[in-house]
């Protein structure tokens, strides 16, 4: 938003903003804290599939939450910038963490040991499709994993954006139909 926007917006509309900031900024920051503060567990008979399967599946449950909140939401678009500053780093912090956990399963499964930072580096490198080449999967399941979140990667980019303004949509139309009712 440029300067003159929000300018030309009322105190009220000012105030919903910047809550609307300050939440996505402690959203964002909350996922990130977890990702950096929680014990890394060595198991390496634990199924890589499995932890995979489980963040998609949580993944998708906090989608449909989101999207549930902004269709109900007295200021869907507001709460749509919200989910946005919640689902993404989400993603980013689940392929990190599974990144990582594989990492520390088997020292073999990348280029070398993934520390915390770049398990996060390498997931983004992917999300965004720079691939520096400098981390790279080694093994065939740290290969399978990386792909699974390329495809995802199109999936959170072309569906999950598009749910979320989708949601934001049909929650302002809904509040339009209660102002003409």
């Known amino acids: 938003m440029s300067s003159s926007h929000i300018s ?41 599939a499995l932890r995979l399967s489980v963040a998609l599946a949580i993944f998708a449950i906090i989608l449909a939450i989101e999207v549930r909140f902004i269709t109900n939401h007295d200021r869907p678009m507001l709460r749509a910038g919200v989910a946005m500053a919640t689902i993404i780093p989400l993603f980013l912090v689940m392929f990190a963490w599974i990144y990582l ?33 400098d981390i790279t999967p080694k093994t065939d399941m740290a290969r399978i994993v990386a ?15 598009r749910m979320i303004l989708g949601a934001a949509t049909r929650g302002v139309a809904r509040l339009q139909g209660s102002v003409d009712s």
């Not at 917006?9 to 977890?34: C, M, Q, W």
């Not at 594989?102 to 720079?130: E, I, K, N």
């Not at 990667?153 to 569906?159: E, G, S």
Request: hydrophobic share 50%.
């Open 147 to 161: 792909m699974v979140q390329m495809l995802a990667d199109l999936a959170v980019i072309a569906v999950v954006v």
């Open 101 to 133: 956990t594989m990492s520390a399963s088997d020292p073999t499964a990348f280029g070398g040991q993934l520390s915390r930072r770049s398990a996060l580096y390498f997931t983004v490198t992917v999300f965004s499709t720079v691939g520096f080449g």
């Open 8 to 48: 030309s917006l009322g105190t009220f509309e000012r105030s919903h903003l910047a809550k609307t900031v300050v939440r996505a900024v402690v959203s964002a920051t909350v996922l990130l804290s977890i990702y950096y503060l929680f014990p890394i567990e060595h198991r390496a008979h634990q199924s890589v």
